[in-house]
Structure formats: structure tokens, C-alpha cells
């Protein structure tokens, strides 16, 4: 059973850096391929950035040049590191893994979500 665990959420100002973690367990992490999500209040859940089998690192436009992904093989961990924070990256954020294994839908396996509030 794939677990994910994501932490490092909080209330920062404008400008500010978060690096949200997901950790996981129940499966080899390198099999798993990792995305973020993000759901505004009233909102629906929209990609924000993530590892795919074909085109390795990919992000929204909305982060390119502020937000990274990194993970440490070690703890079986992947970090979203997010820069320059601004009030519209509001929302809960989810990590969520999918393995590309033959007749998977999407991503099977989700994490609780970790709020992150950016507000002056």
C-alpha cells in the first residue's frame, strides 16, 4: 500500500519560500513518479508541477522560475521548494504518485494535502 505524507505548509507573506515535502512508503520510490497539486478555496485541484515518464520536470506556467522539485532517495522524500510566494498559490497542496504501470488511471495514490496561505 503506497502511502504520502506531505508537510511544510503555513501562512507566509508575499515574497516568501516554503518547501512543502512528501514522503512516501509501501513502494520502491523510484518507481514513483511525483506531481503537486494545488485546490484554491471554491476551486478545483490543478496541476502545479511534477515528474512525468516522458518529459521528466514539468511545471505550470504560473511557477516556472519560482518553484523546483528535488528529492532525497534516502528518506524516500520529494520536495516541492516554492520561491517568491504570492496570495494566488493559495490552496491546499497535494502530492500524488502514479507508477505508469499497465492499466493505471491517472494517479492512484494521493497524500492528505498540507495548506499553504500566502496573505499579507
Known amino acids: 500500500q503506497v502511502r504520502l505524507v506531505e508537510s511544510g505548509g503555513g501562512l507566509v507573506k508575499p515574497g516568501d519560500s516554503l518547501r512543502l515535502s512528501c514522503a512516501t512508503s509501501?513502494?520502491?520510490?523510484?518507481?514513483?513518479?511525483i506531481s503537486w497539486f494545488r485546490q484554491a478555496p471554491g476551486k478545483e485541484r490543478v496541476f502545479v508541477a511534477g515528474t512525468t515518464e516522458l518529459e521528466g520536470r514539468t511545471f505550470a506556467d504560473s511557477v516556472i522560475g519560482r518553484f523546483a522539485i528535488s528529492r532525497d532517495n534516502g528518506i524516500n522524500t520529494e520536495y516541492l521548494q516554492m520561491n517568491n510566494l504570492q496570495p494566488e498559490d493559495t490552496g491546499v497542496y497535494y502530492c500524488?504518485?502514479?507508477?505508469?504501470?499497465?492499466?493505471?488511471?491517472?494517479?492512484?495514490?494521493w497524500g492528505q494535502g498540507t495548506p499553504v496561505t500566502v496573505s499579507a
Open positions: 500524488a504518485a502514479r507508477t505508469y504501470e499497465i492499466g493505471e488511471q491517472g494517479f492512484p495514490y
Open positions: 509501501g513502494r520502491t520510490f523510484s518507481d514513483l513518479y
